[in-house]
């Protein structure tokens, strides 16, 4: 179960509209990474925008109250001890 989710909004995987759900946000990216950077950045823009399609920006924010960063904008400025 995702993070913060909740009984009142859980999908019904046994309906096709479930279903289909479960398909798209398990679908693949299509952009492949290789250790470029330029690649990297298009890689961490796509998992923002999926991430904001389907609702897990809180699973890839983390940081003080005071100060939430999260790992797609701020990709290798975030300490061990920040997560």
């Given amino acids: ?9 859980l999908s019904n995987y ?3 509209e479930g279903q289909q ?3 798209d946000t398990c679908a693949a990216l299509t952009d492949k990474i290789d250790g470029e950077l330029m690649k ?3 890689f961490l823009l796509h998992i923002k925008d999926k ?3 389907y609702a897990w920006m809180p699973m890839l924010t983390c940081g003080a109250s005071t100060q939430h960063c999260n790992l797609c904008d701020h990709y290798g400025e975030i ?3 920040q997560i």
Avoid: E, G
């Fill in 79 to 81: 300490t061990h001890d």
């Fill in 40 to 42: 990297l950045k298009y």
């Fill in 51 to 53: 991430a904001m399609q």
């Fill in 1 to 9: 179960m995702p993070a913060h989710a909740s009984s009142a909004n």
């Fill in 21 to 23: 759900l479960y398909q």
């Fill in 14 to 16: 046994t309906m096709k």
